[in-house]
C-alpha cells in the first residue's frame, strides 16, 4: 500500500489560526495542515462521512471518528474499527493501523497481526504504542509516523525529542509511504538516564514520558506509603493516575536487588525519598543526646550509597532514575538538613558519573548535562 499523508497536524493545523500560544507563535501560517491521509489514491482517513466520535460533538482537538468497520472495497482493501482504531489490510497484506481519537471498536480477527506502519496521536497517548508493542502488534521492523501534531508540543524540536524515545518520527506534509518497503526508526536509548530537579520542576513527568511507548516498565517507587495523610495520599494517587495501565508498581528501598536483578525497564522515582529511608533506616538523623555514636550510622549510610553505586554501574537493566536538585537553595538551617543536602549531592554526582545520559529539569523544559 502507498500512504500519502496530505497533512500531518490536528484538525485545525499547527499552527492554529488565530492562536495567540506560543507553540503556535513560532511558526509560519500553514507550517502543518489538518490531518488527511489518503491510501492507494482510492482510500481516505479519516473518513469524512464517519461523523462524530460518540456521544455527540467531536470533542476539541480531535478529528471525526475513523471509518466504520466494512468488508472489501472496490480496490480489494478491507478496513475494519477495531479496538487499537482503524486498521487497513490492502490487496498486497500490508497492514496499516489509523490511531486517531477515540478507540471504541472490538477485538478484530487480526487482533495480534503485526502492523507494518502506525499512523498514531502520539501527542495524546504514547502509552497506546507501549502496550501495541506488548502486545506484539508494533515490532522493531513496524514504521511509527505521528499525526495530529498541533500547539500540544511547545515546538517541533520538543517533538523530534520526545519521538526520538518511542522510535517514532514526523514527517513533513505531503510523505508518501509505501507498507512494502517501510523503515522503522531505530531506538539506541541510553541504559542509564539520571534526571534531576528541585520541588515540582517537571523532572518525575519526564522520566514517565521518556519511557512512555514501552512495552515493560516496572515503577520503584521509593516514598513511604503516606498512611493517613491526606496531601501526601492524593501526591502518590496522582502519580499512579498518569502512569500507562500495564506498567507494574514496585515499592521497595531495596534499590540494589532491583538494579542486580537482570534486564528489564526500569523508573526509579525517586532517589531523594530512597536516601531519606536510608537515614531513617541506619538511625542517621543528628541526635543531640547521642554526638559520640552518631559517625558508625552515618558509616552505614555511606556503605548503602556505595552499594548502590556499584549497583547502577553493573546493571543490565534499562534504568531512569528521579532524583532531587538540592544544592540550589539557601544552606539548611538544621543539621539535619545539611548532613541530607550534602549526601545527596554526594550520591547524585556518583551516578551521573556512572550514567549515559543526565540531564536538569528546570520549569518543565529539560537541560542535558554533558559530559
Known amino acids: 500500500m502507498k500512504i500519502r499523508l496530505e497533512g500531518t497536524a490536528g484538525p485545525e493545523g499547527w499552527p492554529v489560526p488565530g492562536c495567540p500560544c506560543a507553540s503556535c507563535g513560532r ?191 516496572t515503577y520503584v517507587a521509593t516514598g513511604p506509603s503516606g498512611g493517613d495523610d491526606p496531601a501526601w495520599l492524593a501526591r502518590v494517587r496522582a502519580h499512579r493516575e498518569r502512569r500507562p495501565a500495564h506498567w507494574r508498581t514496585m515499592e521497595t528501598t531495596d534499590l540494589v536487588t532491583v538494579l542486580s536483578g537482570g534486564r528489564g525497564t526500569f523508573l526509579v522515582d525517586g532517589l531523594g525519598t530512597w536516601l531519606a529511608a536510608v537515614f531513617d533506616e541506619c538511625a542517621a538523623w543528628p541526635d543531640d543526646a547521642r554526638p559520640d555514636d552518631h559517625r558508625p550510622a552515618l558509616d552505614l549510610v555511606a556503605e548503602r550509597c556505595d552499594a548502590l553505586v556499584a549497583a547502577w554501574r553493573g546493571t543490565r537493566a534499562r534504568v531512569v532514575a528521579v532524583s532531587d536538585e538540592v544544592g540550589l537553595g539557601v544552606i539548611p538551617a538544621t543539621p539535619a538538613g545539611r548532613l541530607f543536602r550534602d549526601a545527596l549531592g554526594r550520591l547524585n554526582q556518583a551516578l551521573a558519573r556512572e550514567s549515559e545520559d543526565a540531564a536538569l529539569v528546570v520549569a518543565g523544559r529539560v537541560v542535558p548535562l554533558p559530559l
Open 27 to 217: 511558526l509560519a501560517p500553514g507550517h502543518r495542515r489538518p490531518v488527511s491521509v489518503v491510501v492507494d489514491d482510492g482510500v481516505r482517513l479519516p473518513d469524512p462521512a464517519a461523523g462524530p466520535a460518540r456521544g455527540g460533538a467531536a470533542p476539541a482537538g480531535a478529528p471525526g471518528r475513523p471509518p466504520r468497520p466494512r468488508g472489501p472495497l472496490p480496490g480489494g482493501h478491507v478496513i475494519r474499527h477495531t479496538a487499537d482504531g482503524c486498521e487497513v489490510t490492502g490487496p498486497d497484506g500490508g497492514r496499516l493501523l489509523y490511531a486517531v481519537g477515540p478507540a471504541t471498536g472490538s477485538p478484530g480477527p487480526d487482533a495480534g497481526a503485526p502492523l507494518d506502519v502506525v499512523l498514531m496521536d502520539l501527542p495524546d497517548r504514547p502509552e497506546r504504542l507501549g502496550d501495541l508493542r506488548r502486545r506484539g502488534r508494533v515490532t522493531p521492523a513496524t514504521r511509527i509516523i505521528a499525526l495530529h501534531l498541533d500547539h500540544r508540543v511547545p515546538a517541533e524540536s520538543e517533538l523530534a525529542r520526545r519521538l526520538g524515545f518511542w522510535g517514532a518520527a514526523a514527517v513533513p506534509d505531503g510523505t508518501v509511504v509505501d507498507t512494502a518497503s517501510a523503515q522503522a526508526v531505530l531506538r539506541a536509548q541510553p541504559r542509564r538516564t539520571l534526571l534531576l530537579g528541585g520541588s515540582r520542576s517537571g523532572k518525575s513527568e519526564e522520566a514517565e514520558l521518556r519511557l512512555a511507548a514501552e512495552s515493560e516498565v
